[in-house]
C-alpha cells in the first residue's frame, strides 16, 4: 500500500522560511518521481499546481514561480524515499495547502507548468501539510 505523508507545515511570517518532508513508502517503481504540489484556498484537487519535482537521478524541475527560492531534494533510504522542499523568501501568496505526490518519471517536466488534473489518476497523493504566510 503506497503511503505519502508530509509534515513540516507551519505559520511563517513574509520573508521567512520553511522545510517541508514527505515520507514515501510502499512505492518501489524505478522509473518515478516525486513531487510538491500546492492548492490554494478555494480551490480543489484538480486545480493543485506543481511547483517542483524530483527523480531518482536527481533531475529537478520547478515552476517559474518558485525558482531561486525553494529547493527540492531528493533522499533515498532502503525502506522509504523523502523529499524535502526547502522554501525562502515566502511571501504571502504562497499560502496554500502543499501536498506532496509520486508518479511516472515521463511526468518530470509536465507536472510543474500544468494543473494537477491530467495526471491526477496517474499520480499517488499524500493528505497535505498546511503553509501559511503572514504579511
Known amino acids: 500500500r503506497v503511503q505519502l505523508v508530509e509534515s513540516g507545515g507551519g505559520s511563517v511570517q513574509a520573508g521567512g522560511s520553511l522545510r517541508l518532508a514527505c515520507e514515501s513508502s510502499?512505492?518501489?517503481?524505478?522509473?518515478?518521481?516525486m513531487a510538491w504540489y500546492r492548492q490554494l484556498p478555494g480551490k480543489g484537487p484538480l486545480e493543485r499546481e506543481g511547483?517542483?519535482?524530483?527523480?531518482?537521478?536527481?533531475?529537478?524541475?520547478?515552476a517559474d514561480s518558485v525558482k531561486g527560492r525553494f529547493t527540492i531534494s531528493l533522499q533515498e533510504r532502503s525502506d522509504k524515499t523523502i523529499i524535502y522542499l526547502q522554501m525562502d523568501n515566502l511571501k504571502a501568496d504562497n499560502t496554500a495547502t502543499y501536498c506532496c505526490?509520486?508518479?511516472?518519471?515521463?511526468?518530470?517536466?509536465?507536472?510543474?507548468?500544468?494543473?494537477?488534473?491530467?495526471?491526477?489518476?496517474?499520480?499517488?497523493w499524500g493528505q497535505g501539510t498546511q503553509v501559511t504566510v503572514s504579511s
Open positions: 505526490a509520486a508518479g511516472p518519471r515521463v511526468l518530470l517536466r509536465l507536472l510543474v507548468i500544468r494543473p494537477a488534473k491530467p495526471f491526477f489518476q496517474s499520480m499517488y
Open positions: 511547483i517542483a519535482a524530483i527523480d531518482s537521478d536527481g533531475t529537478q524541475a520547478y
Open positions: 510502499g512505492y518501489t517503481a524505478s522509473d518515478s518521481c
